[in-house]
């Protein structure tokens, strides 16, 4: 049996880590193959705390968050990372970055995917990267497209947690226990150095959802205990045999 494979879409190089490296750490460690695809490097408008400091260029704030995105992705046992380098504030991919992503899909062939929510009035970039995704999988399950190459199957995508659920109009149906790897996240967390105002934020979530874990799981009638974890809302319908 084929090892199973996942793949992140992220729009900025920090996203996946807030997000869903909990999820990532976890599938790595059961031996899944997870790629990261980074389509920005946020240097515009996630690194304010580089453009701070005196003699900041573009291509240094580009510089320093790919390193830190690295070191995240070291932490969190992640396979493949890469960086499309396609813009921020706003992100837009054209034509042929694309069908790169698509050529990433086709190769990874990941039995499932991860992205962002599909509205996020604060940041418009993150529902982009979420279509550009939902396009590019539907491209890779094409027959016409490239003949001879492999064709997608029908991986769930799964839309990780915004900043502000409620504006997102984001709804979970799907939540994952990460206690076992939370030190994998907390690391990696730390590794993303010009975002730390978000280092305390992210833990309170995955602390909360943890809370919802267990009343989901039983509650005080047997519920299972979890310190932290992380939601899910997923795209598809999923196929079962038996409820």
């Given at each position: 049996?084929?090892?199973r494979?996942?793949l992140?879409?992220?729009?900025?190089s920090a996203?996946?880590?807030?997000?869903?490296?909990?999820a990532?750490?976890l599938?790595?460690q059961?031996g899944?193959?997870v790629t990261v695809v980074?389509l920005?490097y946020?240097?515009?408008g996630e690194s304010?705390?580089?453009w701070?400091q005196?003699g900041m260029?573009?291509?240094k704030?580009?510089?320093?968050?790919?390193?830190?995105?690295?070191?995240?992705?070291?932490a969190?046992?992640?396979?493949?990372?890469?960086f499309f380098?396609?813009?921020?504030?706003?992100l837009?991919l054209?034509?042929?970055?694309r069908?790169?992503l698509v050529?990433?899909?086709?190769k990874?062939?990941p039995d499932?995917?991860?992205?962002h929510?599909?509205?996020?009035?604060?940041?418009t970039?993150?529902p982009?990267a979420?279509?550009?995704?939902?396009?590019c999988?539907?491209v890779?399950q094409?027959?016409?497209?490239?003949?001879?190459?492999?064709v997608?199957?029908?991986p769930?995508?799964?839309?990780?947690?915004?900043?502000?659920?409620e504006?997102?109009?984001?709804?979970p149906?799907?939540?994952?226990?990460?206690?076992d790897?939370?030190d994998r996240?907390k690391?990696a967390?730390?590794c993303m150095e010009g975002?730390?105002?978000?280092?305390?934020y992210?833990t309170?979530?995955a602390q909360n959802r943890a809370?919802q874990?267990r009343?989901?799981?039983?509650?005080?009638?047997?519920?299972?205990e979890?310190?932290?974890?992380?939601?899910?809302?997923?795209?598809?319908?999923?196929t079962?045999?038996?409820?």
């Amino acid at each position: 049996m084929a090892a199973r494979t996942a793949l992140v879409v992220s729009a900025h190089s920090a996203d996946f880590v807030w997000r869903c490296g909990g999820a990532i750490a976890l599938h790595a460690q059961k031996g899944v193959a997870v790629t990261v695809v980074c389509l920005s490097y946020g240097e515009r408008g996630e690194s304010a705390k580089l453009w701070k400091q005196d003699g900041m260029t573009l291509e240094k704030v580009k510089a320093g968050r790919r390193l830190e995105a690295e070191n995240a992705a070291k932490a969190l046992g992640v396979h493949d990372i890469q960086f499309f380098d396609c813009g921020d504030y706003p992100l837009e991919l054209d034509r042929e970055q694309r069908f790169r992503l698509v050529d990433v899909i086709r190769k990874v062939q990941p039995d499932f995917m991860l992205s962002h929510s599909l509205e996020d009035p604060y940041n418009t970039d993150h529902p982009y990267a979420t279509r550009v995704a939902l396009e590019c999988r539907m491209v890779a399950q094409a027959w016409g497209h490239n003949p001879g190459e492999k064709v997608l199957g029908a991986p769930q995508l799964y839309l990780f947690e915004p900043h502000q659920t409620e504006q997102c109009n984001w709804k979970p149906d799907t939540i994952l226990d990460i206690t076992d790897v939370w030190d994998r996240k907390k690391a990696a967390i730390e590794c993303m150095e010009g975002q730390q105002h978000l280092w305390d934020y992210y833990t309170n979530v995955a602390q909360n959802r943890a809370n919802q874990f267990r009343r989901n799981s039983g509650g005080q009638a047997g519920g299972r205990e979890a310190k932290y974890a992380e939601a899910f809302q997923s795209i598809f319908p999923r196929t079962v045999d038996e409820l």
